[in-house]
């Protein structure tokens, strides 16, 4: 059975969509079907972009590679203002995605990693995806959420990437269970009980 969802969005967002991109996660235009960006050797965390966060204590990241090609998540971080978590290396198939969990990942498909040292309370927060652990580093940084409010503590870092604009924040609340991004490359919120 499907819940309903609530969609509330930002004026950025809109932007973002009438423009054919997203100023959200990093890629050029939509994830879907797009072509793998250039890449150091080695490094693909660029073919990697958050798609999907499950809220609270037992909580989730969804990364998708959205190129054509095979990706391994190592080298990559997600971090937060307080540190980050070192992603495995496990390879992700073209338009597939990988979890990475905060609990146990029971219930959850395509599970890469579990008790991720992640924050992700439903009012508020934000996840980077990095390529490398030097968060303070606009050049590391490949894709960028945050929730609930603005500023975060990173979000300087991703308005100087380019992959945020300096008062966007996807809504979301106390009793939100998900944040996830449309088709149309807008997130909305999933709301709790």
Not at 126 to 133: A, D, F, H, I, Q
Not at 169 to 191: C, F, G, I, M, Q
């Amino acid at each position: 059975m499907k819940r309903p969802v609530l969609a509330v969005i930002a004026p950025f967002m809109l932007a973002a969509a009438a423009c054919g991109g997203s100023l959200l996660d990093g890629s050029p235009g939509s994830p879907t079907g797009a072509a793998a960006p250039s890449s150091p050797a080695g490094d693909t965390t660029r073919f990697f972009a958050i798609e999907e966060i499950g809220l609270g204590a037992e909580g989730y990241v969804t990364l998708t590679n959205y190129t054509d090609q095979p990706a391994s998540l190592d080298p990559g971080y997600l971090c937060q203002s307080d540190g980050c978590v070192d992603l495995p290396d496990v390879v992700v198939e073209p338009g597939a995605v990988a979890r990475i969990a905060v609990g146990d990942g029971a219930g959850l498909d395509a599970v890469a990693l579990t008790g991720a040292s992640l924050d992700l309370t439903p009012s508020d927060g934000e996840v980077g995806l990095y390529g490398s652990t030097d968060f303070r580093d606009p050049k590391a940084l490949r894709s960028y959420i945050q929730w609930g409010s603005t500023p975060h503590d990173l979000t300087e870092v991703a308005v100087e990437a380019g992959l945020w604009q300096v008062t966007g924040y996807a809504p979301s609340a106390a009793h939100a269970t998900r944040l996830r991004k449309t088709e149309a490359n807008l997130w909305v919120w999933d709301p709790g009980k």
